[in-house]
């Protein structure tokens, strides 16, 4: 997908050597032929190959999903748009912790477990860093976000992956709420999707309510 795209987010232009082409294809046949044909070749019905690659796909995906997406994509984090000359509000470390969501990152468990990713905010701002000290850099991390001012977005796992639903649900109802793309607040997505009673308009103000975007 990625290999034949000329611009993939924020990446334009890229272009990849007949090499770097040809190794693609080569690990994409690797993995095929380990998952699929090898166990045929072990004597493993056609059926049953199939069956437990297609299990195995969708673990990896809710694992991935609720473990790393849910980092990113829920009601904590803010989504900050460019101004008219392509620029974003922060800088490069308060956009870092602005979009991103930890959870439970001191515990140890989790760290080893997933290798740091729960430490999200850690993982963004020092990623040439092992992740076994991501423990003791986010309380750091947490302190100084609340000494200057800072947004550190902060849950424990079962309640990002809520936080996470919540956002999937919200967007659901993007047509019913405008207003939604344009805030990048946490509270302000989480009060237009309670407030079912209030319409909310372009102007920044949700009517029926004292609450405008900051």
């Known amino acids: 997908m990625y290999l034949f795209k000329k611009k993939v987010a924020n990446l334009q232009n890229k272009k990849h050597s007949t090499g770097q082409r040809a190794l693609f294809f080569f690990w994409k046949m690797l993995y095929l032929f380990i998952f699929l044909v090898l166990p045929a070749l072990a004597g493993y019905s056609f059926g049953d190959i199939l069956l437990c690659f297609f299990i195995m796909h969708v673990v990896n995906s809710l694992a991935f999903i609720h473990f790393l997406i849910a980092t990113h994509l829920c009601m904590e984090t803010q989504f900050p748009q460019t101004d008219e000359n392509g620029c974003l509000p922060y800088d490069y470390y308060t956009h870092q912790l602005a979009t991103s969501l930890d959870y439970s990152p001191t515990n140890k468990i989790y760290n080893w477990f997933l ?39 902060k849950l424990s796992l079962p309640a990002a992956i809520r936080s996470h639903y919540r956002y999937l649900k919200m967007m659901g109802r993007a047509s019913q709420h405008p207003f939604i793309f344009e805030t990048s607040n946490k509270y302000q997505h989480e009060y237009l999707t309670k407030k079912k009673n209030n319409s909310c308009n372009r102007a920044g103000h949700c009517t029926g309510c004292d609450f405008r975007t900051e």
């Open 115 to 153: 290798g740091g990713f729960n430490a999200h905010a850690a993982h963004h701002l020092y990623p040439k860093l092992p992740h076994t000290i991501y423990p003791e850099i986010s309380r750091i991390i947490e302190q100084k976000a609340k000494e200057f001012n800072l947004p550190y977005n």
